[in-house]
């Protein structure tokens, strides 16, 4: 057995300074002594440009821009209207690229031509260029669709209270939406109209009247696209689109391509533009049906300036709107749909009228064009 060679007292010394390592007291997070730091104040706070979105495709490589048009609040029901950016997109009423977020129904065109034959289900339609309607079919009380004699399934149809309308139901063909989704179809005339309530119980009519669609100039049954023109809730709010016919205003026909767009003293094209939407009524709107408020009932109206209206105070109308010099058309819809405005700037304007109140324009989005190319292209510049 060798002897041990250690130190007498190293033994104890080692134990000793083990005991201390194991509890000697280790400044933690929560026990150290923090000196407060200064830090540099980052930018972007009160002072900031107007809000924004911008994106890029993955898949094809396109930009994507956004911007919402100026509404007030309005007990939390006002329109959400964006005006957006896609470098894919075509020419609009803003210049290339650039687009009115509106919703609106209808007829898909991507399969081939329209044929306008409502009751045989000729036609697809589509909602917001998002998703394919498809009508819900009936169904017996064991569960099973019903067949006619042929071995066609039977549409799910109804009459409206006061039997002067067919209503069939709608739904996406990948549902995402979960909305009630209503084709109106007038007995007398044919003339279709759409109404569609959301889980919300938000309801929204879409061209109810002549006013809201874009149909054929020459049959009037013939209509491409439904846009809204009337919303409301189940708390009294309600909102209204207001559109403007396309009348031929500036129509120069020195121009050797407009010579077989007159019929006798009438333009043979259509449009309809977006005029003005109002919200924020005073009078609750109780239920469907009843009478639409009159225009001086909302306390807000923003309206989109086709160069109707000065750009001094008091903003009033003052001439007709500009015929753009690249005007443009589009015969999708089987008749010639052509736009010839350009909007020049949105205005928001507010209607109070009580003793110290302001009744007048409170906010203007002013848009600037580079007409540099002639009559080819109009850029929206800033």
Same mark, same amino acid.
């Not at 669709?145 to 066609?152: A, L, M, R, V």
């Not at 009744?359 to 600037?368: A, H, I, K, Q, T």
């Given at each position: ?24 007291? #280790? ?32 898949? #094809?490589? *396109? ?21 957006? @950016? ?14 009115? =977020? ?52 039977? $549409?799910?149809?109804? *009459? ?9 139901? @709608? ?42 669609? $874009? ?20 708390? =009294? ?12 205003? =500036? ?50 109206? *923003? ?30 819809? =089987? ?48």
């Amino acid at each position: 057995m060798k002897p041990d060679n250690k130190h007498p007292g190293a033994s104890d010394a080692q134990d000793r300074k083990s005991v201390s390592d194991f509890t000697r007291e #280790n400044a933690t997070k929560s026990n150290a002594i923090e000196i407060p730091q200064i830090s540099l104040p980052k930018g972007g706070g009160a002072i900031k440009g107007i809000d924004e979105k911008f994106s890029v495709n993955a898949v #094809n490589g *396109t930009a994507s821009f956004a911007i919402p048009l100026p509404f007030s609040p309005a007990r939390g029901f006002s329109p959400s209207l964006n005006l957006s @950016y896609n470098s894919g997109s075509g020419n609009s009423i803003f210049g290339l690229g650039w687009n009115l =977020g509106l919703s609106s129904v209808k007829r898909k065109t991507d399969k081939g031509l329209l044929r306008y034959m409502d009751a045989a289900e000729s036609d697809t339609y589509i909602f917001s260029e998002a998703e394919d309607l498809v009508p819900v079919y009936k169904k017996e009380p064991g569960g099973a669709f019903s067949k006619d004699p042929e071995g066609k399934f039977i $549409i799910d149809e109804k *009459t409206s209270s006061g039997n002067t309308h067919r209503i069939r139901y @709608y739904r996406p063909r990948i549902e995402g939406l979960f909305a009630r989704i209503e084709r109106w179809t007038e007995k007398s005339t044919g003339i279709i109209k759409w109404r569609m309530i959301t889980g919300d119980n938000v309801t929204t009519l879409f061209g109810w009247t002549a006013d809201a669609v $874009i149909a054929d100039p020459s049959n009037p049954v013939r209509i491409y696209e439904w846009l809204p023109e009337f919303a409301f809730d189940d708390k =009294g709010n309600c909102v209204h689109y207001h559109y403007k016919k396309e009348d031929g205003s =500036g129509f120069d026909t020195l121009f050797l391509h407009n010579k077989n767009r007159l019929s006798g003293a009438d333009i043979t094209y259509t449009n309809t533009y977006l005029e003005k939407v109002l919200y924020g009524n005073k009078t609750p709107y109780r239920q469907f049906g009843d009478s639409v408020p009159a225009e001086t009932d909302y306390l807000f109206s *923003t309206v989109f300036n086709y160069g109707e209206y000065d750009v001094a105070e008091p903003f009033n109308k003052i001439k007709d709107w500009d015929f753009r010099p690249d005007a443009f058309s589009n015969y999708k819809a =089987g008749f010639e749909i052509r736009t010839t405005r350009l909007c020049k700037s949105v205005l928001l304007f507010h209607h109070f009228t009580g003793p110290g109140e302001y009744d007048g324009l409170v906010r203007s989005l002013n848009f600037e064009y580079d007409t540099a190319t002639g009559e080819d292209f109009t850029f929206l510049r800033r």
